[in-house]
């Protein structure tokens, strides 16, 4: 038997070493052969991505990249986790939401492990709390309450409940949900702090596994917010809340623990596990600063942002990855909201695939059975210690003009939120920011999914936006026509030359038009096709040669208007050009002003 050395098995032992000087260089030849004249020092940040909050993404990270000591698990600052043993007890909790009664036994016989239920404007009656949860085990189940400005009066029926149906105080557990500057958030309207601080009073004298408030985020994640606004925000909140109670006589320490933070989990893996890192080190140093250092609890939601209209299913695979990334960043609890949420109510099929996620992620993936998975990498590293960074300094910019609550009473919140999620909206409307199934890859023919109406969700005070919503405009547009004359609005695609050459633009101008509901016809002659408009389609030597009198020909079969699939360019005959990085949204929506579609 063949014995290792003592300094162990080196894999890379007859290798000779890298450096990152070769990297470059490497790096740096490759791109000048793509007609990218760059230096070597200069290759690495051509290879960089831009994300929002002013971070960048490199292609590379090593050892010398600078980042913060993460600690240890369980123990401050806290980025490693809450709990030092992670979430390797059962997994994280799984939090299912309710908007309508009905679901929540079959639930919690499968898989669910809290409920977390929205009463009130935008969810059930308060009143109806006790039919809720009828048969429900409160004494096992976990209970996290949502009902804006009936926040008190839904935390004292369900205080009520607990008493009636004999639990003991020390059994009660989960959140009585009160979010004054969260409901303000939602609907403009502000609240009275009082009651809430006689709740978390309440909770911290009587009831130790229940909470009083909860710092939802959720609201500047859906009204266009980055991962930095969203952190900046939640500190805010935090802070206020913290001032409140304390003032209300609460010690600070009871304070901190009264509270639970909600944030958005979306299938951007590692900046939602990062965004998580960071939470509980920017809350790490607001209660060291406070003089009671505590951990955060975090109840991760599955973003309602990037769910699509159009092809739903596609909407398994972003909760997925956004679960999961939950689960490496560290989330106690975790909804997943089913595929079909932002068409209606849920049906049971989409319940059970949203709860199933999570039980697979944890029981068949054994993803909780690994303390901090991100942890150690330099990128994730990095990228938490830039996230905290940049969130830290938006939280300073709204304490420096008043706090939280005066951040939203002036607009000013608003406002940047609005900032970011128009230079986003630029993104998604060139499709530098795909979304499968809507703006790339959609499916004219799909059968639409409907479900019952989902009761309104509260308004008034900032915005819901979500990725797919300018595509989807498009789509309506193209449905209504549909329904008004029994065609969709069509294009005319003209394949120049051989298959090898048009074939690539060929399928790339198919896609566009029908990401706007317009449906691409291939084949036959113009006139036979039903449009009134064409677009040219093959390589751009073929264009050289052909472009031109095609066009013509185009025009007198009777063409209105002629686009090219390439880069700008000299072509006598063509009205509009479309390419990766053009403006989609403004292309498509005009192609359908000239076809009359209203």
Request: a negative charge.
């Amino acid at each position: 038997m063949k014995v290792l050395p003592d300094d162990g098995l080196s894999l890379a032992a007859e290798f000779p070493d890298a450096h990152l000087e070769q990297w470059q260089r490497l790096v740096a030849g490759v791109l000048r052969k793509s007609g990218r004249e760059v230096s070597d020092t200069a290759a690495e940040e051509a290879l960089s991505t831009a994300l929002e909050d002013g971070l960048r993404t490199r292609p590379l990270y090593t050892a010398d990249d600078p980042a913060p000591d993460a600690g240890l698990p369980g123990f401050a600052p806290f980025v490693r986790g809450g709990r030092p043993e992670g979430n390797t007890a059962g997994g994280w909790d799984v939090r299912q939401q309710h908007t309508a009664p009905g679901a929540v036994l079959a639930d919690l016989e499968n898989g669910v492990t809290s409920l977390w239920l929205v009463l009130g404007d935008g969810g059930m009656p308060v009143a109806s709390l006790g039919e809720v949860l009828d048969g429900v085990h409160l004494d096992l189940a976990p209970v996290v309450l949502d009902a804006g400005h009936e926040g008190e009066s839904a935390a004292r029926e369900l205080l009520r409940l607990y008493a009636e149906r004999g639990v003991a105080p020390e059994a009660a557990r989960g959140n009585l949900g009160a979010d004054p500057l969260g409901h303000a958030a939602r609907t403009g309207l502000s609240g009275d702090f009082a009651p809430v601080a006689e709740l978390a009073r309440l909770c911290a004298e009587r009831y130790p596994g229940l909470r009083a408030l909860t710092v939802d985020a959720l609201p500047y994640h859906e009204a266009g917010g980055s991962a930095a606004q969203e952190l900046g925000c939640s500190m805010a909140t935090a802070v206020a809340y913290l001032r409140e109670l304390t003032e209300a006589g609460l010690p600070v320490e009871l304070a901190c623990a009264q509270l639970e933070f909600r944030y958005a989990a979306t299938a951007d893996q590692f900046l939602t596990a990062a965004k998580l890192r960071a939470a509980r080190r920017l809350w790490a140093r607001v209660t060291e600063v406070c003089g009671a250092p505590a951990g955060q609890v975090q109840h991760a939601v599955t973003s309602p942002v990037m769910m699509a209209r159009r092809d739903p299913w596609v909407n398994m695979l972003r909760t997925t990855v956004a679960t999961l990334a939950a689960g490496v960043g560290g989330a106690d609890a975790v909804t997943v909201l089913p595929f079909d949420h932002s068409i209606g109510l849920p049906d049971a099929f989409a319940r059970r695939i949203a709860r199933n996620t999570s039980t697979i992620l944890i029981e068949e993936s054994h993803l909780s059975r690994v303390i901090d998975p991100a942890g150690g990498s330099w990128y994730v590293e990095r990228l938490t210690d830039e996230l905290a960074h940049a969130g830290w300094e938006f939280f300073q910019e709204i304490e420096r003009t008043g706090g939280q609550a005066a951040g939203l009473r002036s607009g000013r919140i608003a406002g940047r939120l609005a900032d970011t999620w128009e230079a986003r909206s630029a993104r998604l409307a060139e499709r530098r920011e795909p979304v499968t199934g809507v703006s790339e890859f959609p499916d004219l023919a799909e059968r639409a999914v409907e479900r019952e109406p989902a009761p309104a969700p509260r308004s008034g005070g900032l915005p819901r936006v979500r990725r797919d919503e300018s595509f989807e405009r498009l789509r309506a547009r193209s449905d209504a026509h549909l329904a008004a004359t029994g065609a969709r609005p069509r294009v005319y695609l003209a394949a120049l030359g051989p298959a090898a050459a048009h074939t690539a633009r060929l399928g790339f101008a198919a896609n566009l038009f029908q990401a706007g509901g317009i449906e691409p016809v291939t084949q036959g002659a113009f006139a036979d096709s039903g449009a009134t408009e064409a677009c040219l389609c093959s390589s751009d030597a073929v264009y050289g040669e052909q472009a031109a009198p095609v066009a013509r020909e185009l025009r007198d079969a009777g063409a209105s208007h002629v686009f090219l699939a390439g880069r700008p360019g000299d072509h006598p005959g063509v009205d509009t050009y479309v390419f990766a990085g053009c403006d989609a949204v403004a292309v498509l929506s005009a192609a359908l002003d000239r076809m009359g579609v209203s």
